[in-house]
């Protein structure tokens, strides 16, 4: 059998090499960098040189940037650390936030995943209270990006903040925080390279952060606990191999391209969701009825490809994706539909393997299918 293919970078991304390197000289040191000692003081120096590495990734200032242990975590300090009554956030937004605000008011999707920039205008509107506007960069599941400029300049008229989740985005498209206008920008390490558990969150001048976590005060008193060295370290050497290979990770559209044109050849009925609109250039979320999503990647693992079912933050669970019924999607086609991502070591035959191996399924299944139908 020819060797695994791995097509869900939007899970998580191979270790890049340079963050290997930071991680492993990072565990040779000791030292606490709260310790005053030469050892610590060591150990300070490498958190602060990752800070402003991933505030460079970010377009931030690098006492902006305020170390979490994921994008997770980043996601819930941003919406509970700011003293917010009201809160706004896109139905496709990711679980984290979801989840992190179960209470607040769903701005709409229209059939290509983007904001439905009228519903939030008439939300703001609505009532005068203090409001937080939470609104992702780029979908997790789709690829699809926002019209981030235009909901500041709603959000802005209105007297409301603005977070957005650019762990997906960041790595993939140049970020520049204070462009955007926003106040708060969450990322995670292990989506662009970096090793898993540690995160970020940029803070913008002027916004008042409560810590989710307290202890000794680190993080400029907004984040609690020892800082995750290594991790930080791996972060910061990720975050800078990845803002250089920006031009690298938009040429992945090419090769998006010719799997979605092959998907459509094998396919006709098959739909792509966002297709019709910006996206990641990594990512495809498709669909065929009658096709279900978790058959999809048990078969294609078993032929040696990884891909996903939506999200992959779900506990290894396959549900139909809150995202694409937000979209419009009917049950069957949220339940049926894929996720494959690319990435910074994609190698050029990932794709035919990939049609090679979702083409025997469709032939099987389609044939099944003929086979169940009644005699005329």
Not at 57 to 84: H, I, K, M, Y
Not at 281 to 292: D, E, I, K, R
Not at 312 to 323: L, T
């Amino acid at each position: 059998m020819a060797h695994p293919v791995y097509m869900d970078y939007n899970a998580t991304a191979p270790v890049r090499p340079e963050a290997a390197a930071a991680v492993a000289e990072a565990l040779a040191q000791v030292g606490n960098a709260s310790s005053v000692h030469g050892f610590g003081r060591i150990a300070r120096g490498r958190i602060e040189s990752a800070r402003e590495q991933v505030a460079a990734l970010a377009g931030a200032r690098p006492e902006q940037v305020v170390f979490t242990s994921g994008g997770t975590e980043a996601n819930n300090l941003a919406l509970a650390g700011v003293d917010r009554p009201r809160l706004l956030v896109s139905a496709g937004e990711h679980d984290s936030v979801l989840q992190a605000a179960p209470r607040a008011e769903r701005i709409a999707l229209d059939s290509e995943g983007r904001i439905d920039l009228g519903a939030l205008s008439r939300l703001l509107a609505a009532e005068r209270r203090p409001a937080l506007v939470s609104v992702m960069l780029a979908n997790n599941e789709t690829g699809v990006l926002q019209p981030l400029a235009e909901v500041v300049a709603l959000a802005r008229a209105q007297g409301a903040l603005v977070h957005t989740d650019a762990v997906q985005a960041a790595g993939k498209i140049p970020l520049d925080m204070a462009a955007l206008g926003v106040d708060l920008l969450s990322l995670s390490a292990h989506k662009l390279g970096g090793p898993q558990g540690v995160g970020a969150l940029a803070v913008a001048d002027g916004v008042a952060l409560a810590p989710l976590i307290r202890g000794g005060g680190q993080e400029r008193a907004r984040r609690g606990g020892t800082e995750n060295l290594a991790g930080i370290a791996g972060f910061g050497a990720a975050a800078e191999a990845a803002a250089g290979d920006l031009e690298g990770a938009a040429r992945l559209s090419d090769r998006r391209g010719r799997l979605e044109q092959g998907l459509r050849d094998l396919a006709p009925e098959a739909r792509v969701f966002g297709a019709g609109t910006p996206r990641l250039a990594n990512t495809s979320c498709f669909a065929v009825p009658g096709l279900a999503g978790e058959t999809q990647v048990m078969a294609l693992d078993l032929a040696g490809v990884a891909v996903s079912a939506g999200s992959a933050c779900s506990s290894g669970r396959v549900r139909a994706s809150h995202v694409l019924r937000a979209m419009g999607a009917s049950e069957e086609e949220a339940a049926s539909a894929i996720r494959v991502s690319l990435g910074w070591r994609s190698e050029a035959g990932d794709v035919e393997r990939f049609l090679e191996a979702w083409g025997r399924l469709y032939r099987r299944c389609a044939g099944s299918a003929r086979a169940a139908q009644p005699a005329a």
